[in-house]
């Protein structure tokens, strides 16, 4: 074993020598990345499997709808704290973290409000099942994304085997339960959303008190909860970007949702599988400025494109065989997505390094005008063509391609 462990290092050091970056790294701490992420992303799509196959349309649209306004409301427990807590982390600041997740938390309970209006405005439009879905969902809002912060800590630490067996653990048993309420509850949305929020909630505080014996200094970044909160405040649109889209389609037609969710999952579970890989480099970035090489972007951009040509052929007989042909459309739409591919091989790595090392120029583009312009942009072609997929097709494209231009040096200069 320990001649195996030498050849792949000597091996990975040589390639990465070859192409200016520390492969060994990569390949030493990947494994338990990718694990994790292959698990997470593999129960998320059965997940989505069962819950297509066993809820109506309107019903698994209704579920996505709820899942877009959570994601919304997320800003209240300033999300940004996770990549300000990873930084200060890898810097040796430990005692951020104390600091950070409770500052996190008190804000978490601001959310309560908003998600009253919200439930009390489905009620009075007779959609009653969304109403008490999003009651339920407040009673564990602030505990569920309060505690969170502890994948951060971890990150930070570089710790990313003790992060992929909580999750595994966490995702597998989640991924159950629901899985046997769909199965012998079929259409109820709202014993399908307390199953999966209860288990949220219970990971996560189960996962922060055990992380916090990682905790080895009283060190301080007095910069961890100000950087915190500009992430937040930047990355407001940036979250609206990623669910207004489908809090708008839920509004006008809320089984089109049910079929765009599918195809959404494909592909965000292929962008998963890739970032996943990119993960691990973020304590790396976080301690020096690490340089990415053209020759590594063009690789990346190849790989993207072979990927994608694979994709196209194999992706419409998948999606029917696991959705069924009541989601054929899902498969036709997903095709229409393929070209991003390549876009997220690149943006996925260069995101990472861009928020580990503040770079503040990119951040703004990324964080604020490229969602400001996705928005417009998309809400235009559908105002102009009041075509749904023209405007699904617009946001997309237009935050893939934009993110390439920004974070690669081809364009902007570090």
Not at 10 to 35: A, R
Not at 50 to 73: N, V
Not at 256 to 266: C, P, R
Request: charged share 15%; aromatic share 18%.
């Amino acid at each position: 074993m320990k001649r195996l462990r030498r050849k792949i290092y000597d091996i990975s050091k040589k390639t990465g020598d070859k192409f200016g970056f520390d492969l060994p790294y990569f390949v030493e701490n990947g494994f338990w990345s990718i694990l994790n992420q292959a698990v997470s992303l593999l129960a998320s799509l059965v997940l989505s499997v069962f819950l297509a196959r066993y809820l109506s349309k309107g019903t698994f649209g209704e579920y996505q709808l709820i899942l877009s306004i959570i994601g919304i409301l997320s800003i209240f427990s300033l999300t940004g704290l996770n990549v300000s807590i990873a930084k200060s982390i890898a810097e040796g600041y430990d005692y951020s973290y104390v600091k950070a997740y409770k500052t996190g938390l008190r804000f978490s309970f601001l959310s309560i409000p908003i998600f009253l209006g919200i439930a009390y405005w489905y009620y009075i439009q007779n959609e009653n099942s969304t109403a008490y879905a999003l009651l339920i969902s407040v009673l564990f809002f602030p505990f569920i994304y309060g505690f969170n912060k502890w994948i951060a800590l971890l990150k930070g630490k570089a710790m990313f085997g003790v992060i992929a067996k909580i999750q595994i653990l966490q995702n597998i048993s989640s991924a159950l339960f629901i899985i046997f309420v769909v199965v012998f509850f079929p259409d109820n949305i709202l014993l399908v959303v307390f199953v999966m929020f209860f288990f949220q909630m219970s990971f996560n505080l189960y996962a922060h008190f055990s992380s916090m014996k990682f905790i080895k200094s009283k060190k301080n970044d007095k910069d961890c909860i100000p950087y915190g909160i500009y992430m937040t405040k930047i990355s407001f649109l940036n979250i609206i970007v990623n669910n207004f889209d489908k809090i708008l389609i839920g509004f006008f037609d809320i089984k089109l949702l049910a079929v765009y969710a599918v195809s959404l999952k494909i592909l965000s579970v292929i962008k998963g599988f890739i970032k996943s890989f990119y993960q691990i480099s973020f304590p790396k970035f976080a301690k020096k400025n690490i340089k990415i090489s053209n020759k590594i972007i063009f690789l990346l951009l190849l790989s993207g494109m072979f990927f994608s040509i694979i994709l196209y052929f194999v992706s419409e007989p998948l999606i029917n065989l696991l959705y069924t042909d009541k989601y054929l459309a899902s498969a036709i739409l997903f095709k229409k997505f393929l070209l991003v591919i390549p876009f997220t091989f690149v943006n996925a790595l260069l995101s990472n390094k861009m928020t580990a090392q503040k770079h503040k120029k990119r951040i703004f583009y990324t964080k604020i005008i490229i969602p400001l312009t996705a928005i417009i942009l998309s809400v235009v072609m559908y105002v102009f063509s009041r075509n749904a997929e023209l405007f699904i097709l617009t946001k997309i494209y237009i935050l893939n391609i934009l993110f390439f231009i920004v974070l690669t040096p081809w364009f902007i200069k570090d």
